[in-house]
């Protein structure tokens, strides 16, 4: 799981990839479609979807003259749970500090009273 993980998150790491797979998420595009509004060529945006495509993201298929470019979105629920995992983890830290900083915050409270009464 990590090995393609890491793959999803090296070929996320690349703005122009991450956005293909915003425009993806909305419809399926060829390659030229894809290549519209960059100004790289057809080829470089072929390199950039066989990333995606070894990362899992994409995959390609075949309607008539047509070779489509489809996101597969089952991809992010490795992400998400991956994600998911580490922040529950950095929930629970939060809430441990927001406990002792409450406890200290009481503890203040008090010292402050007490030398109040003591004035």
């Given at each position: ?13 690349d703005?122009?990839r ?8 909305v419809?399926?595009a060829?390659?030229?479609?894809l290549?519209e ?8 945006v072929?390199?950039?979807l066989?990333v ?29 749970k ?14 441990r ?10 503890e ?12």
């Amino acid at each position: 799981m990590e090995d393609r993980l890491s793959r999803v998150f090296a070929a996320l790491a690349d703005p122009t990839r991450r956005d293909m797979v915003a425009r993806l998420a909305v419809a399926d595009a060829t390659v030229n479609e894809l290549a519209e509004p960059y100004s790289v060529t057809v080829q470089a945006v072929s390199k950039h979807l066989k990333v995606l495509e070894d990362a899992g993201l994409v995959s390609r298929s075949r309607e008539a003259q047509r070779r489509p470019v489809h996101l597969e979105a089952e991809v992010f629920d490795l992400m998400t749970k991956w994600i998911e995992r580490y922040r529950r983890e950095a929930e629970q830290r939060y809430r441990r500090l927001d406990a002792v900083l409450a406890e200290l915050a009481t503890e203040d409270d008090q010292q402050t009273r007490n030398e109040g009464e003591a004035s």
